[in-house]
């Protein structure tokens, strides 16, 4: 398997080896690799809950793959055009790989204390994201927000 794949595949894993929640396309993805899926599901062998990344590109792919699973974009006024990056994680590995990307990550918890967050909040930060580890971006306010669609022609 390729080396880029392995470090989004462990990426995916920062939460442990049974991972819940994949988006369908990448339960196909994971299901043609040869893994276990189940309802939303995969179980990922012990090597991946482990992994470190070794070179740049690397942790790129890492942070992608733990942000495409773990991650989600938050904006807190459609109008206000703010994007929050928030990963339902408070793995260590995360936050070190975006400080070695040169971003400045907040690790927070709830109010509960109970689930740890990272957060990406400042706007710089967020845009150096977006253009590095480019993930996907499912909703159509969101993009607009971080200018990733085009002007329209009337």
């Known amino acids: ?14 939460n442990g080896c049974v991972v819940r929640g994949v988006r ?18 995969v179980e990922l062998p012990k090597t991946y809950c482990r992994y470190a990344p070794a070179s740049l590109l690397e942790y790129i792919y890492f942070i992608k793959g733990a942000f495409e699973t773990h991650g ?23 936050a ?27 706007r710089r930060d967020v845009e150096r994201f977006v253009r590095l580890v480019k993930p996907v971006v499912e909703d159509v306010h969101v993009a607009e927000a971080l200018g990733l669609c085009g002007q329209r022609m009337l």
């Open 1 to 14: 398997m390729d080396r880029l794949a392995r470090a989004y595949i462990g990426g995916m894993a920062v």
């Open 24 to 41: 369908g396309y990448l339960l196909r993805w994971l299901g043609s690799l040869g893994f276990k899926t189940s309802d939303g599901a």
């Open 72 to 94: 989600e974009f938050f904006m807190g006024d459609p109008h206000g055009r703010e994007v929050l990056v928030i990963f339902k994680t408070g793995s260590r590995k995360v």
């Open 96 to 122: 070190r790989s975006l400080r070695l990307l040169g971003l400045a990550p907040l690790v927070t918890t709830d109010e509960a204390d109970v689930r740890r967050f990272i957060v990406l909040y400042e």
